[in-house]
């Protein structure tokens, strides 16, 4: 089992540009989630699913969009990058009710 | 809303020394709680995990929590931490029927050998 991997590792965008980030499990997990480091900030959930097909608002999604089109795979898109969108992003996956979260490695995004 | 605390923001401690970091939430319902680990340049690792039964609970490298619910408390402790344990601890909440997920904003952990 790979168990969360995201892609790709690091990025540099200008302001303005658009990208997606992919979250990919091969643990068969329903829910999967998508969120942001900042320092001194821990980490703030940005939108979750909890099912093929399904979306939901977190903490802070504005400027994000995502997609569950496919159980295993969980895309976080940014339309138009702002500076304020540099960060480090964690996407995550559990089971169901009670089970603990697997984190995937991270992406370092950087906005100039 | 729910809420996570963490007062502690960064602890430096000497090899040896008793670690202990606070972690407070706000949710009155039904809550399962977690600790999670992030060493330098790495992803979350769980560190141990609460649902219900015995409040206290033992994790990974020697790292126990004790769940009191009067007082909205899951506290981490190790009797001797190493250098090794270096890192940012997160306390975690998952409550309520959609299984909101809420972190606390983090311990930095020094520990000088």
């Known amino acids: 089992n790979a168990g969360v991997t995201q892609t790709p590792k690091f990025r540099v965008l200008k302001t303005g540009q658009s990208m997606t980030l992919l979250c990919a499990q091969d643990?068969?997990?329903?829910?999967m989630y998508w969120y942001r480091q900042d320092p001194g900030m821990g980490l703030r959930l940005i939108h979750y699913?909890?099912?093929?097909?399904?979306?939901a608002k977190g903490e802070v999604p504005d400027g994000y969009n995502v997609s569950r089109l496919k159980k295993q795979n969980f895309l976080l898109g940014l339309e138009s990058a702002a500076p304020s969108q540099t960060s480090v992003y964690f996407c995550?996956?559990?089971?169901?009710?009670?089970?603990?979260?697997?984190f995937g490695p991270g992406t370092r995004l950087t906005v100039t | 809303a729910q809420s996570v605390s963490q007062h502690n923001h960064h602890v430096i401690l000497s090899e040896a020394a008793s670690l202990e970091l606070g972690c407070n939430y706000s949710?009155?319902?039904?809550?399962?709680l977690f600790w999670y680990v992030q060493y330098p340049g790495q992803h979350l690792q769980l560190l141990l995990k609460?649902?219900?039964?015995?409040?206290l609970v033992k994790g990974i490298k020697g790292f126990e929590a004790e769940f009191i619910k009067s007082k909205f408390s899951f506290n981490l402790r190790k009797p001797s931490v190493q250098w090794s344990d270096t890192a940012e601890y997160f306390c975690?909440?998952?409550?309520?029927?959609?299984?909101?997920?809420?972190f606390g904003t983090g311990t930095k952990l020094q520990v000088i050998p």
């Open positions: 995550a996956s559990r089971q169901g009710q009670g089970a603990e979260q697997y």
């Open positions: 643990m068969n997990h329903e829910y």
């Open positions: 699913s909890v099912g093929e097909g399904t979306t």
């Open positions: 949710y009155g319902g039904t809550v399962n």
């Open positions: 609460y649902f219900s039964g015995d409040p």
């Open positions: 975690v909440t998952v409550s309520g029927g959609y299984q909101k997920v809420t």
